[in-house]
């Protein structure tokens, strides 16, 4: 491998990560509800403004405990937006319920509201909502249909943890909320993500799903003497030496976010001039938001651009891949969902997307060299 090549993305080292392992591994206690369970937990709901916060086994699980809280089910139809990971929608084709795809807007890539609007039927039981890169989605409207229409607001906030919408934290604002710790993600722990609530009512049960449907966390509480078989559930509770990782790497939150924030405002910077002169859109942030600097993207003029850049990147010794493909067209999004209307937009912004390295290791040099790159591509 060449040691000058360099890689869209790199885990961050936290200092005490192998101190809290040798803790864990040292004590008794190396299955989940620990103390470092508890530790990460606390700075989480700290960090989110969150009231309650569970840790799980990955992003996808988290939206999975959301789906059964919600009792999602057949005959119900969830909207999703067609630019976003598969988690999204497998979370509801595995409640039996249909995935309905709808299109995003090209300014941020998020759900387009008013594509929310034209697809709520009778059978909407919720509504998901992807905060892409770690920018917020135009919640106002999706409030207000949510109000109006009485469906459930799911945020998969996968990108965003610490970012806001007019000083409201994203993954506290809907019914149900979302994070991933993987180990592509601002803070991670190898695999791992945590379920965001504030009905206490719905906590109560989610507890008893995380734990394969027993009321074994009130047991650990001293709540009740023994514990039992309540609800259906599944294990999605992470070990000791997860929330071990996890934690190191939450109490250096804000230095990650600012060494993050460094890397993306140096690419907003540097490439202005140059997107102007090639028809290249960079990832913008609108003003009542704040971001994550999850990533940081270029929208190329069109398919062909894109796959040019890509190749000449990687000649330049720099990985800068593309991102998802719109569910609507792939396989599984053909058999388990409907697209109410075409999603143009979603595969407008996929085939131009290009996503630069963005690692809060990132050297100065190494920043300087994928601006060269960039600003080097003539089309």
């Given at each position: 491998?060449?040691?000058?090549?360099?890689?869209?993305?790199?885990?961050?080292?936290?200092?005490?990560?192998?101190?809290?392992?040798?803790?864990?591994?040292?004590?008794?206690?190396?299955?989940?509800?620990?103390?470092?369970?508890?530790?990460?937990?606390?700075?989480?709901?700290?960090?989110?403004?969150?009231?309650?916060?569970?840790?799980?086994?990955?992003?996808?699980?988290?939206?999975?405990?959301?789906?059964?809280?919600?009792?999602?089910?057949?005959?119900?139809?969830?909207?999703?937006?067609?630019?976003?990971?598969?988690?999204?929608?497998?979370?509801?084709?595995?409640?039996?319920?249909?995935?309905?795809?709808?299109?995003?807007?090209?300014?941020?890539?998020?759900?387009?509201?008013?594509?929310?609007?034209?697809?709520?039927?009778?059978?909407?039981?919720?509504?998901?909502?992807?905060?892409?890169?770690?920018?917020?989605?135009?919640?106002?409207?999706?409030?207000?249909?949510?109000?109006?229409?009485?469906?459930?607001?799911?945020?998969?906030?996968?990108?965003?943890?610490?970012?806001?919408?007019?000083?409201?934290?994203?993954?506290?604002?809907?019914?149900?909320?979302?994070?991933?710790?993987?180990?592509?993600?601002?803070?991670?722990?190898?695999?791992?993500?945590?379920?965001?609530?504030?009905?206490?009512?719905?906590?109560?049960?989610?507890?008893?799903?995380?734990e394969k449907g027993t009321n074994r966390a009130r047991?650990?509480?001293?709540?009740?003497?023994?514990?039992?078989?309540?609800?259906?559930?599944?294990?999605?509770?992470?070990?000791?030496?997860?929330?071990?990782?996890?934690?190191?790497?939450?109490?250096?939150?804000?230095?990650?976010?600012?060494?993050?924030?460094?890397?993306?405002?140096?690419?907003?910077?540097?490439?202005?001039?140059?997107?102007?002169?090639?028809?290249?859109?960079?990832?913008?942030?609108?003003?009542?938001?704040?971001?994550?600097?999850?990533?940081?993207?270029?929208?190329?003029?069109?398919?062909?651009?894109?796959?040019?850049?890509?190749?000449?990147?990687?000649?330049?010794?720099?990985?800068?891949?593309?991102?998802?493909?719109?569910?609507?067209?792939?396989?599984?999004?053909?058999?388990?969902?409907?697209?109410?209307?075409?999603?143009?937009?979603?595969?407008?912004?996929?085939?131009?997307?290009?996503?630069?390295?963005?690692?809060?290791?990132?050297?100065?040099?190494?920043?300087?060299?994928?601006?060269?790159?960039?600003?080097?591509?003539?089309?």
């Amino acid at each position: 491998m060449n040691a000058d090549r360099i890689i869209f993305s790199r885990p961050y080292r936290a200092e005490n990560e192998l101190a809290n392992l040798a803790t864990v591994l040292e004590s008794d206690h190396v299955h989940g509800d620990g103390t470092f369970t508890a530790a990460s937990t606390a700075k989480i709901k700290a960090i989110t403004g969150a009231r309650h916060a569970l840790l799980t086994t990955s992003c996808t699980h988290a939206l999975e405990l959301g789906g059964l809280l919600l009792e999602i089910g057949p005959g119900d139809e969830v909207v999703v937006p067609s630019f976003a990971f598969s988690s999204a929608a497998t979370a509801v084709a595995l409640r039996g319920a249909t995935v309905v795809f709808v299109d995003i807007d090209l300014e941020t890539g998020n759900i387009d509201p008013a594509a929310v609007a034209d697809a709520i039927t009778p059978r909407t039981k919720a509504v998901l909502v992807m905060h892409y890169g770690g920018v917020a989605a135009d919640m106002e409207p999706l409030l207000a249909l949510a109000k109006e229409h009485g469906f459930a607001l799911i945020e998969d906030n996968a990108h965003g943890l610490g970012g806001s919408w007019r000083g409201r934290t994203l993954g506290t604002i809907g019914t149900v909320g979302t994070q991933s710790f993987h180990d592509t993600k601002n803070i991670h722990c190898g695999e791992g993500g945590a379920l965001l609530l504030s009905d206490d009512a719905l906590m109560e049960r989610a507890e008893i799903i995380r734990e394969k449907g027993t009321n074994r966390a009130r047991f650990l509480r001293g709540q009740v003497d023994k514990y039992s078989w309540q609800d259906i559930g599944s294990s999605y509770l992470p070990s000791e030496l997860n929330a071990a990782v996890l934690d190191a790497q939450l109490a250096e939150f804000d230095a990650i976010h600012v060494k993050r924030h460094s890397v993306w405002s140096g690419y907003s910077e540097n490439l202005s001039d140059w997107a102007k002169m090639h028809d290249v859109h960079l990832m913008t942030v609108p003003e009542d938001r704040e971001h994550t600097a999850h990533l940081f993207y270029l929208r190329l003029p069109n398919e062909r651009s894109r796959d040019a850049m890509i190749r000449h990147m990687a000649e330049r010794g720099v990985v800068a891949p593309f991102h998802y493909v719109p569910l609507d067209t792939s396989a599984a999004g053909m058999r388990y969902g409907r697209t109410p209307q075409p999603c143009v937009r979603s595969l407008q912004f996929s085939t131009t997307i290009l996503r630069l390295p963005l690692w809060p290791m990132l050297t100065d040099d190494q920043q300087g060299r994928v601006v060269d790159a960039v600003a080097s591509y003539r089309g």
